[in-house]
């Protein structure tokens, strides 16, 4: 079989039928009968010479022959998807980068690493939010050129993705400035009856903190865990609680000295991740943030970070800098 022979208007109508796992909701959506679809699909597995799916009850079940079509599939169709987006944004004279960002993940952070982008006029920004899992699915279907994260993923041959650390930075222990300037407590030995405002369950630095209390037999008071870190820089700002987070959510609040940092742990680390898909187009720019986001984020902790530690002000035990924002 010559690559000429192979139909691709019939592969794309397998392709969304091996995605929905049955005809009727895809012959609604492509404006064509049940009859018409299914016999496209028998014209594609006639030409490749072997089924490519098998009925099981209402659904249809993709075969070793059909799922083998499908990553091949996700990979044409998907690449389609990623010339459009890019015609799109040529088409306005404009490179357009799509970020996905998972929501627990610092805007501050998500902000300072775009920020070479802000002032190029020749590109458009798309920036979205959500949980991980959605946001690869969207990755691998080419909807996103990257996924800014705070953990890691975890090899999978079917889902070929290229994980990149960005930096690491050390947690903090935050808390207004009318009350603890000049202040230290160590993180987490000072903790126990503390009212305290802490990263939800599913942030990444949640687990290490808990971990941490309990190994140093340390019960702090929690008066609320905030998973969105916007949500959690306000009520840093506002409660009059002492916080747990890294710095660069309130980079802001400390450079205008509204908080303080009152203790560090090394032992706490929130890890910055671009995710991006192995078989990517690559883009000039995308690949100068990848490369330069290091040293950008240590540049703005520098300039941020250090502003809750006041000149001759002596650090506990367990404080140290953090390496990145």
């Not at 192979?6 to 009859?35: D, I, K, P």
């Not at 993709?62 to 998807?81: D, K, R, V, W």
């Amino acid at each position: 079989m010559q690559i000429e022979q192979l139909n691709f208007h019939h592969l794309f109508y397998f392709w969304r039928v091996a995605r929905a796992g049955h005809l009727t909701q895809v012959a609604a959506e492509l404006h064509v009968s049940q009859s018409a679809l299914s016999n496209q699909i028998r014209q594609l597995e006639d030409r490749l010479g072997e089924p490519l799916f098998e009925r099981t009850g209402r659904r249809l079940v993709l075969t070793a022959t059909g799922q083998l079509a499908m990553s091949y599939a996700e990979n044409i169709f998907g690449l389609g998807q990623e010339l459009l987006g890019r015609l799109q944004g040529r088409s306005e004279g404009l490179l357009r980068l799509r970020v996905g960002s998972v929501a627990t993940l610092s805007r501050n952070y998500q902000e300072n690493w775009i920020r070479p982008l802000l002032a190029d006029p020749g590109v458009m920004l798309s920036l979205e939010s959500g949980m991980l899992d959605d946001l690869l699915a969207r990755l691998m279907q080419h909807q996103l050129d990257v996924v800014l994260a705070n953990d890691t993923v975890a090899a999978d041959p079917d889902r070929p993705l290229h994980c990149r650390f960005l930096g690491s930075q050390a947690i903090s222990l935050v808390g207004p400035a009318a009350a603890w300037r000049g202040r230290t407590l160590r993180l987490p030995e000072d903790l126990g009856g503390l009212e305290l405002a802490v990263p939800g369950a599913r942030h990444a630095l949640r687990g290490q903190f808990d971990a941490l209390c309990l190994a140093a037999g340390v019960r702090p008071r929690l008066r609320a865990e905030v998973d969105d870190m916007a949500m959690l820089r306000l009520v840093a700002r506002d409660s009059g609680w002492l916080t747990v987070l890294p710095e660069v959510v309130v980079q802001d609040e400390l450079g205008a000295g509204v908080l303080v940092t009152v203790g560090r742990s090394t032992q706490l680390q929130e890890n910055f991740y671009a995710i991006t898909t192995l078989h990517r187009h690559r883009m000039e720019r995308l690949e100068q943030l990848l490369a330069h986001a290091p040293a950008l984020a240590d540049e703005r902790l520098a300039r941020h970070g250090a502003a809750g530690t006041r000149p001759g002000r002596r650090r506990t035990a367990g404080e140290g800098a953090p390496n990145a924002s």
